[in-house]
């Protein structure tokens, strides 16, 4: 792949098994860590590269975390954030699984709508929140039950809070 032959040349410590979250948008690999709970604190490794160039995304970061698989909530977070992110499980030093965030045109539940008045937000209506995707660069998304429309900042704050 010449993709990740230019990408390979970065020498970041490899790890055993865990997880690496390549083609992070650049700039987003904090979120990224903030998102999935890791602060270095629990001793596993945790390497970070930032604005590494990339021939997909122009500028990306990556992060490797030691000893951790992602659950799908989490993919689904990571997906408002950066888009364009590859996951690889890693076992025995190889890449097990690769797989590719995908972010749809349309999505549910995640985020919270943040028109306190939305139907989505009253406790007594189980509605699950349906959002457009609007824009992908920067996130947008709207609200498809009171139009309210959710910037990246929104987001962000409320994954990493
Ligand atoms: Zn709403």
Request: net charge neutral.
């Amino acid at each position: 792949m010449s993709e990740s032959s230019d990408d390979t040349k970065i020498r970041i410590v490899k790890i055993h098994d865990g997880t690496v979250i390549d083609h992070i948008r650049a700039g987003k690999a904090l979120e990224v860590l903030k998102i999935l709970g890791i602060t270095g604190k629990d001793g596993n490794v945790v390497t970070l590269a930032m604005n590494i160039n990339s021939s997909r995304i122009g500028r990306k970061d990556i992060v490797k975390v030691e000893h951790r698989k992602l659950a799908s909530a989490e993919v689904a977070r990571i997906a408002l954030v950066a888009p364009e992110a590859t996951i690889n499980l890693i076992e025995d030093s190889k890449v097990i699984e690769k797989t590719r965030v995908e972010l749809p045109d349309t999505i549910s539940n995640v985020v919270v709508c943040t028109n306190p008045r939305c139907i989505t937000n009253k406790e007594r209506e189980p509605i699950r929140p349906n959002y457009e995707v609007t824009s992908k660069d920067p996130i947008q998304l709207k609200c498809l039950y009171c139009w309210n429309h959710i910037e990246e900042e929104d987001i962000i704050s409320q994954f990493t809070r």
